[in-house]
């Protein structure tokens, strides 16, 4: 199936040069990321999440990690790493403010970092090797506007978790201010573009981030959506759930047909112009061979010859032109086939939430029920 090999979720031109460049940082420094990066509904319990931390320096190990929560995340559900303390800290909301805490009324406070630290020397994340954090939390409907926090990027609500990462020598808990690796490169991109832009092995690492959408389940002064960097965003069509892999291929199908109906004329026009010139081309040169023949009008050929080879050439405009669409509209497939990928991806994966539970809460532990919010 080919939707199987697409990327969510947004512009897979995008997202395959990124996949490019994280194998070309195979042996840079040190990394973070944030899995699954997409799919996130507002107003909802997100279970979990994996922080993917590299360690990137010889002689040291990673001994802490510390996130930075954007605003519009109300409560942290840590979930502890072996060998490993948690901590969530806190901040006051400005006067004013306030956050719905599910269940437990309201709250002038909102999560402010996640910061995980290790027990023992031995349980540093080693050079080379890579550490997995997982944590839930909850998404607000309004999600404030904070520079650096949340953007609006590669067409999708974003929310950036700046990183800390510090690192010990070998063997120490010691952590000197040097041996901290700053992973805020990029925090609140705006448009599209790519996160490893202007990226130097020396300076900082680019910034992880998650990206939302807006879930009917959220409404904000009475009006249904999430209100995101002071507007309100309507709830996110083509929700429906998937039921088979023949129903995605029917999407596939019915969305890019009229499109590929063109891409196919494109083409076949491109083809008839380059058989065109090079038949003109043929007949130019075998008029050459019958002008050499002829002494009287050899000045006059030559005179000729610069101008019809130049009209013949095949680099006319109009070619070049024709050719750019159609570098455009295989574009424009990529990104629509992406588009539904991402749409399967999600849909997918809320239908077997549903079957799992009711209530977000109903599927934790009994013991994280006690402590979630």
């Given amino acids: 199936l080919v939707v199987a090999s697409i990327v969510p979720p947004f512009h897979a031109q995008q997202q395959h040069r990124e996949m490019l460049t994280l194998l ?7 990394h973070v990321f944030i899995r699954p990066q997409s799919g996130h509904a507002t107003g909802g319990y ?35 790493m072996p060998g490993w303390n948690t901590e969530v800290t806190s901040v006051a909301l400005p006067d004013g403010e306030s956050y719905s805490t599910h269940g437990s009324g309201s709250s002038t406070e909102r999560p402010d970092k996640i910061v995980f630290t290790a027990k023992t020397a031995d349980d540093g994340i080693v050079n080379g090797n890579v550490g997995v954090f997982t944590f839930g939390f909850w998404l607000g409907c309004d999600l404030y506007n904070e520079a650096e926090s949340d953007s609006t990027f590669n067409g999708a609500l974003t929310l950036w978790w700046s990183t800390k990462q510090s690192l010990s020598p070998v063997g120490t808990l010691d952590m000197a201010e040097e041996d ?6 990029n925090c609140g991109l705006e448009g599209f573009g790519s996160v490893y832009a ?3 092995p020396t ?4 910034c992880p981030y998650i990206q939302l959408y807006s879930s009917p389940s959220c409404s904000v002064d009475d009006e249904e959506g999430t209100r995101f960097r002071g507007a309100l965003v309507p709830p996110a069509e083509n929700m429906d759930a998937v039921e088979n892999e023949q129903q995605v291929i029917d999407l596939v199908v019915a969305e ?25 081309i043929d007949d130019n040169k075998d008029n050459d061979d019958k002008d050499k023949d002829k002494e009287s009008d050899k000045d006059a050929a030559d005179e000729a010859a610069p101008a019809t080879l130049s009209a013949t050439s095949g680099t006319d405009p109009a070619d070049n032109s024709a050719q750019l669409a159609v570098v ?16 399967v991806y999600t849909c997918k994966a809320n239908k077997e939430r549903s079957k799992r539970i009711s209530h977000p809460l109903a599927a934790m532990p009994a013991k994280l029920q006690a402590e979630a919010p």
């Fill in 24 to 30: 070309a940082l195979t042996l840079a420094p040190a």
């Fill in 46 to 80: 997100v279970r979990e999440v994996n922080v993917r931390v590299s360690a990137g320096k010889d002689g040291f190990t990673t001994t802490k990690v510390e996130l930075d929560v954007p605003k519009g995340v109300t409560s942290i559900v840590p979930i502890q």
């Fill in 180 to 185: 901290v690796i700053d992973h805020s490169l």
């Fill in 198 to 200: 202007n990226y130097s």
């Fill in 203 to 206: 300076g900082p690492s680019p």
């Fill in 256 to 280: 890019t047909s009229a499109t590929f109906d063109t891409l196919v004329a494109r083409i076949a026009a491109v083809e008839s112009g380059v058989s065109t010139n090079a038949a003109r």
């Fill in 328 to 343: 455009g509209l295989v574009v424009a497939v990529l990104a629509l086939l992406n588009s539904l990928a991402n749409t």
